[in-house]
């Protein structure tokens, strides 16, 4: 059974940056896709980024593209989602998932989430 275990939240000014790391442990997640989702009070779980096994592909959401950039290393089993330019609208909790299908709705796999809160 896989597991997926994010850090690097915190709290960061507006205009600031910020880096998340995932490590995955428990299995290779070979093949597998790897996805940034986010959840603000009150609101439901949103998009955030993604990227497929092999890193040649990636996709954003509109409110993050040109500010995120999602990587992954798959020699260490980890993905990250660098920050840049932060808003006070991008505070949430931060959820890193995989699946099999870089464009599915329905991620096989998700950690615990980290707080990431922008103060303005």
């Known amino acids: 059974q896989g597991q997926l275990v994010e850090s690097g939240g915190g709290l960061v000014q507006a205009g600031g940056s910020l880096r998340l790391s995932c490590a995955a442990s428990?299995?290779?997640?070979?093949?597998?896709?790897k996805g940034w989702f986010r959840q603000a009070p009150g609101k439901e779980r949103e998009f955030v980024a993604a990227?497929?096994?092999?890193?040649?592909?990636?996709y954003y959401a509109d409110s993050v593209k040109g500010r995120f950039t999602i990587s992954r290393d798959n020699a260490k089993n980890t993905v990250s989602l660098q920050m840049n330019r932060v808003k006070p609208e991008d505070t949430a909790v931060y959820y890193c998932?995989?699946?099999?299908?870089?464009?599915?709705?329905?991620?096989?796999?998700w950690g615990q989430g980290t707080q990431v809160t922008v103060s303005s």
């Open positions: 428990g299995r290779t997640f070979s093949g597998y896709a």
């Open positions: 990227i497929n096994w092999s890193g040649g592909s990636t």
């Open positions: 998932a995989a699946d099999l299908d870089m464009y599915g709705s329905s991620w096989d796999y």
